[in-house]
């Protein structure tokens, strides 16, 4: 299996406190991480420098994808005269990173046709975010993630303010993303019962790496310990 993502004796510290220590993994092509610890363990801290947010680390990141798309913590957008239209916000996943002028092709519209309608969102297109449910606007934010069709999609808890009908159906989408299109999912969840996540391994952060492997040997230790 081919590696998709090497983290090698990665150290990042904020004066003289080091958030995330010695911490190396490769992720696979394919793979569906669950990165779990508690409050303060550094995970999003982890993320933002695999995303290139965080420069100032010691160790190496070496990405082999060309693209990677990143979903943050949920933030309600509930200013209902908020201009921008769920059309709008998807086009900036495409167009984010483009040099002026940064117009939209018919390809491009095409593109974010379909995954909006993959989404099933494709009849709120034209709605301001601000008017939609928590639950529709995390669609729409997965759908500007995922419009650039990223090799490696990163999650930091976005399944944190959804109800249950609408997390079923999220769950689904991500498993189809992993197990239909081959999308690597690196994927920051407290949720670490769920029984709908086709996670196949499970990274344990506390500052530094206490567990990476399959799931089937996490829940063998966790056992043991408990015994």
Known sequence: MNSILQVENLNIAYGHDYVVKDVSFTVN????VNIIGPNGAGKTTLVKAILGLINEYQGSINIHANSVGYLPQKTNNNDKMFPASVKEIVSLGLLAKRKY???LTASDNKQIEEVLKKLGIYHLRYRRIGELSGGEQQRVLLARAIVNNPQILILDEPTSALD????????????????EDGVTILHITHDTGNKESGYNKILYLNRTILYYGLKENYQEIKEHHHA
Request: positive net charge; charged residues 25%; hydrophobic residues 25%.
């Open 101 to 103: 002028p940064k117009l």
């Open 164 to 179: 249950p009908h609408f997390k079923h159906e999220f769950y689904q989408f991500l498993n189809r993303l992993n197990q």
């Open 29 to 32: 092509q394919r793979d569906y």
